[in-house]
């Protein structure tokens, strides 16, 4: 417990070394966490993915291992993801891994359609994700999959029980598209009767995010329905800055290499994998270091596209608003122990 409040603190404090950077140095950030593609591999066909490959090479154990504690040397949280994560048979040896780094929080995110095979990842987690954009057939559309989403909804049931035992947060991500926007209220309502952490994001094709949404009245009420609920205090981990910046497409300053994306080829991108200006291979470095010197850029990264994928969003919004980043910071620590 006192491990995790310190690496806890070290994060906060990257984050506070950010918002100086960003603020008064006129600086580029550095990374506060990472999302870790084990593998591009996965058995849905999401319509929005722009992760999946079912050619790319994966990493063997040792070298995911050497990985990890590269990373670990700058980065002290991570979501392991993919593709879909539990098609690696040695997805438990990677968590295992994870935690023996002390890395914290750890999230995997995972469509669920594995996880029965698995259930030993619930030992080495904080934060158990997945998507779930509609209750409905449609999500069986979205996903690519007939009958998948029966199998989620079932999934999500049953291992949201188990958070408190295995001590993880569960949390559900719903991406809204001009197909889905009627069924998102439904999805928080059953995140919410399911114990469950809701998260927002918004799709995006080919880098293009559906502009055209908030000529929609009903897409505009379903936002400012989200927007109500997040100042209720329900269990959203959107920041409310984020959900008022979605709803009417505010332009934002993005510092995507807040939470850089590292590839299952060991690759990381700057600044962020839709607009790479440059690329370098982590395993061919000593030390994380001399990967971040490597793409350091001393010139302020200006983005021409504004996609809103609230990963590289969120945090970035934050960081222009400290005050607000300290409020979510507290009330996500205060669900984290509520559970753990
Ligand atoms: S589950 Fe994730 S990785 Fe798989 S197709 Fe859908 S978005 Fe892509
Ligand atoms: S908004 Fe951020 S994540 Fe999106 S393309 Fe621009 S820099 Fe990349």
Same mark, same amino acid.
Request: glycine residues 2%; hydrophobic residues 40%; contains cysteine.
């Given at each position: 417990?006192?491990? =995790?409040?310190?690496?806890?603190?070290?994060?906060?404090?990257?984050?506070?070394?950010? +918002? @100086?950077?960003?603020?008064?140095?006129?600086?580029?950030?550095?990374?506060?966490?990472?999302?870790?593609?084990?593998?591009?591999?996965?058995?849905?066909?999401?319509?929005?993915? /722009?992760?999946?490959?079912?050619?790319?090479?994966?990493?063997?154990?040792?070298?995911?291992? *050497?990985?990890?504690?590269? #990373?670990?040397?700058?980065?002290?949280?991570?979501?392991?993801?993919?593709?879909?994560? @539990?098609? *690696?048979?040695?997805?438990?040896?990677?968590?295992?891994?994870?935690? *023996?780094? *002390?890395?914290?929080? #750890?999230?995997?995110?995972?469509?669920?359609?594995?996880?029965?095979?698995?259930?030993?990842?619930?030992?080495? /987690?904080?934060? @158990?994700?997945?998507?779930?954009?509609?209750?409905?057939?449609?999500?069986?559309? #979205?996903?690519? +999959?007939?009958?998948?989403?029966?199998?989620?909804?079932?999934?999500?049931?049953?291992?949201?029980?188990?958070?408190?035992?295995?001590?993880?947060?569960?949390?559900?991500?719903?991406?809204?598209?001009?197909?889905?926007?009627?069924? +998102?209220?439904?999805?928080?309502?059953?995140?919410?009767?399911?114990?469950?952490?809701?998260?927002?994001?918004?799709?995006?094709?080919?880098?293009?995010?559906?502009?055209?949404?908030?000529?929609?009245?009903?897409?505009?009420?379903?936002?400012?329905?989200?927007?109500?609920?997040?100042?209720?205090?329900?269990?959203?981990?959107?920041?409310?800055?984020?959900?008022?910046?979605?709803?009417?497409?505010?332009?934002?300053?993005? =510092?995507?290499?807040?939470?850089?994306? /590292?590839?299952?080829?060991?690759?990381?991108?700057?600044?962020?994998?839709?607009?790479?200006?440059?690329?370098?291979?982590?395993?061919? =470095?000593?030390?994380?270091?001399?990967?971040?010197?490597?793409?350091?850029?001393? =010139?302020?990264?200006?983005?021409?596209?504004?996609?809103?994928?609230?990963?590289?969003?969120?945090?970035?919004?934050? #960081?222009?608003?400290?005050?607000?980043?300290?409020?979510?910071?507290?009330?996500?620590?205060?669900?984290?122990?509520?559970?753990?």
């Amino acid at each position: 417990m006192i491990e =995790h409040r310190n690496v806890f603190l070290s994060l906060f404090k990257k984050y506070i070394q950010n +918002v @100086l950077r960003v603020n008064f140095l006129k600086r580029n950030v550095t990374p506060i966490s990472c999302a870790l593609y084990v593998t591009r591999k996965c058995n849905f066909k999401c319509s929005y993915c /722009i992760v999946r490959d079912n050619r790319e090479y994966n990493l063997s154990l040792n070298e995911t291992k *050497r990985l990890l504690g590269l #990373i670990r040397e700058e980065i002290p949280s991570i979501t392991i993801t993919g593709g879909e994560p @539990l098609l *690696r048979r040695d997805i438990v040896e990677i968590l295992r891994e994870a935690e *023996r780094l *002390r890395f914290y929080p #750890i999230s995997l995110f995972t469509n669920l359609s594995l996880i029965d095979r698995k259930l030993d990842v619930l030992n080495y /987690i904080n934060m @158990l994700s997945t998507s779930l954009d509609s209750l409905n057939s449609k999500n069986d559309t #979205i996903i690519g +999959v007939k009958g998948a989403t029966e199998l989620i909804i079932r999934n999500i049931k049953k291992y949201s029980k188990l958070q408190k035992q295995k001590k993880f947060i569960m949390n559900i991500n719903c991406v809204i598209s001009k197909d889905n926007f009627d069924d +998102v209220l439904d999805v928080a309502r059953f995140a919410f009767a399911n114990d469950c952490l809701l998260s927002i994001g918004i799709v995006v094709n080919n880098g293009i995010p559906q502009k055209e949404l908030i000529n929609n009245e009903k897409y505009i009420k379903v936002m400012d329905e989200l927007i109500k609920l997040k100042k209720k205090r329900y269990p959203i981990s959107n920041s409310l800055k984020y959900l008022k910046t979605i709803r009417d497409f505010k332009s934002f300053r993005c =510092h995507p290499f807040l939470i850089p994306r /590292i590839l299952s080829n060991g690759l990381i991108g700057y600044p962020c994998n839709l607009q790479i200006q440059k690329t370098t291979n982590i395993l061919d =470095h000593e030390s994380f270091k001399d990967v971040l010197a490597e793409l350091e850029n001393n =010139h302020y990264f200006e983005c021409s596209k504004s996609c809103y994928l609230g990963c590289y969003a969120m945090p970035s919004i934050l #960081i222009e608003s400290p005050m607000v980043m300290i409020k979510e910071f507290m009330a996500f620590t205060a669900k984290i122990r509520s559970k753990t």
